[in-house]
């Protein structure tokens, strides 16, 4: 592995970035500048829902696996192209077409030594992704990066990088978390003519698999078609009159998280 990165960088002329990236974030390279051999197009880097940076490049001609050649991730965490050695990378992330194998390593001022971090590999569908998690990196939050992919080894390797000189640049931006649902303990379970019916403890799940309390909530219920004023915290009391009895009863829930405020399905109870 450490071959492959001589070979890398050797093949390499030094040219610094001043793009701003966003997330998630798209960028090309000529696509056929390659020959018949391995070849990068598009390009997209993301903060993905599982926690990954992912590297996802289209790709043409790529070896299959069991045949020489390679695919490298370099990322430059310092910004810093005088540190690191490909691309000024401090940490390469590389697969090994031919033996499958993947590897994370980091620039200890000398040479690429193996360093602990979760990473994901998978090519297929004309495409290849990798995948590491920030703490991987040092726990980088922006990087300036470069993606290589190549048809056999060792000095007679035809090897594309993308882009072509200098390298690309990303900030990591979590993933919008918004809510899916909103999960109400109503008290008594079913509203009943002449009594009190609530909602005192309102959940939210989130996109990202966590369930909370809702931070800000507001309940909006029709009883018979016609609305119902609540009061207390959401305004998610209500008092069911006497002759409601048979009733339809509807409460629908508008929950404020992050700023943004989006209204969910009724729950519908009959009034017993």
């Known amino acids: 592995m450490k071959t492959l990165c001589a070979l890398a960088a050797g093949a390499l002329t030094l040219v610094l970035p001043a793009a701003a990236g966003s997330a998630p974030a798209s960028f090309s390279d000529p696509s056929g500048d390659n020959?018949?051999?391995?070849?990068?197009?598009?390009?997209?880097?993301?903060?993905t829902a599982d926690g990954f940076i992912t590297l996802k490049a289209s790709t043409a001609n790529l070896p299959p696996v069991g045949q020489p050649g390679f695919v490298v991730?370099?990322?430059?965490?310092?910004?810093?192209?005088?540190?690191?050695?490909?691309?000024?990378?401090?940490?390469?992330?590389?697969?090994?077409?031919?033996?499958?194998?993947?590897?994370?390593?980091?620039?200890?001022?000398?040479e690429y030594a193996d360093t602990p971090?979760?990473?994901?590999?998978?090519?297929?569908?004309?495409?290849?992704?990798l995948k590491v998690k920030p703490a991987g990196l040092?726990?980088?939050?922006?990087?300036?990066?470069?993606?290589?992919?190549a048809t056999g080894s060792g000095d007679a390797a035809a090897i594309d990088f993308a882009p072509d000189g200098g390298t690309w640049f990303y900030e990591l931006k979590a993933p919008v978390v918004t809510v899916d649902r909103v999960n109400a303990r109503f008290v008594p379970a079913a509203p009943r003519a002449g009594a009190v019916f609530q909602a005192p403890i309102v959940r939210i799940r989130l996109s990202d698999g966590r369930t909370i309390l809702a931070p800000k909530y507001r309940c909006v219920a029709q009883l018979g078609g016609k609305l119902l004023r609540g009061s207390g915290k959401g305004s998610c009391t209500f008092r069911i009159p006497q002759n409601a009895k048979g009733k339809r009863l509807s409460v629908a829930f508008f929950v404020t998280y992050n700023g943004v405020t989006d209204a969910f399905d009724p729950y519908v109870f009959k009034v017993r």
């Open 35 to 47: 020959g018949a051999a391995a070849d990068i197009g598009a390009v997209t880097a993301d903060l």
């Open 138 to 149: 040092g726990g980088a939050t922006a990087f300036n990066f470069v993606v290589a992919v």
């Open 73 to 110: 991730a370099a990322f430059d965490t310092d910004r810093n192209g005088a540190t690191g050695s490909l691309m000024g990378g401090d940490y390469v992330l590389l697969f090994d077409i031919q033996s499958g194998g993947r590897i994370l390593q980091h620039w200890n001022g000398t």
């Open 117 to 129: 971090g979760d990473t994901i590999v998978t090519l297929g569908n004309g495409a290849v992704e």
